[in-house]
């Protein structure tokens, strides 16, 4: 975060991430304490928070990975609700409760995984598309160019399907 201290706890360290809504996320936070001032446990603390939610309270990563320059990584799954896309908030914050040396918080690396609905669907709405819950009442024609060239590809798909079949079989 920064050297200053006082500036540090008016601050969070965050990352806002666009994501579907209506999924779970596995969020795997990397962390490896590489700063040498920083060697025992309760120098650096800090909480961690998703979605303005507290995941961990009193983060040390001295304490989780046994020493300095040894990589460690935490899992936590977030729920999202709702329609189309949303913000991923991930936010790290000194933690003052234990008193440690620093007031500071790091993080290494991100990962974000979104994983399947209860339909054992990964698809989101396509933000560059219109609404399935829309329909044009010009496509809905049975004479309209769209409806004509749908089932044209699927003829003419299917045609060259059965010419490759005969030729090759």
Request: glycine fraction near 10%; hydrophobic fraction near 40%.
């Amino acid at each position: 975060m920064g050297p200053n201290a006082q500036v540090n706890l008016n601050y969070n360290l965050t990352w806002i991430l666009p994501v579907d809504a209506g999924f779970y996320y596995l969020v795997r936070l990397h962390f490896c304490e590489i700063q040498y001032p920083i060697v025992k446990k309760n120098q650096r603390v800090f909480d961690i928070y998703l979605n303005n939610q507290t995941a961990t309270e009193e983060a040390d990563v001295i304490g989780w990975s046994g020493g300095i320059g040894i990589p460690v990584f935490k899992d936590y799954v977030a729920r999202t609700m709702g329609r189309g896309q949303m913000d991923l908030w991930v936010a790290l914050h000194p933690d003052t409760l234990s008193k440690p040396e620093y007031y500071d918080a790091i993080l290494n690396g991100l990962e974000v995984f979104k994983l399947q609905n209860s339909n054992n669907s990964l698809a989101g709405l396509n933000p560059g598309a219109r609404s399935q819950l829309y329909d044009d009442p010009r496509d809905l024609r049975k004479g309209s160019a769209k409806h004509k060239s749908d089932v044209g590809g699927v003829v003419g798909g299917f045609a060259v399907l059965l010419f490759c079949s005969l030729v090759f079989a």
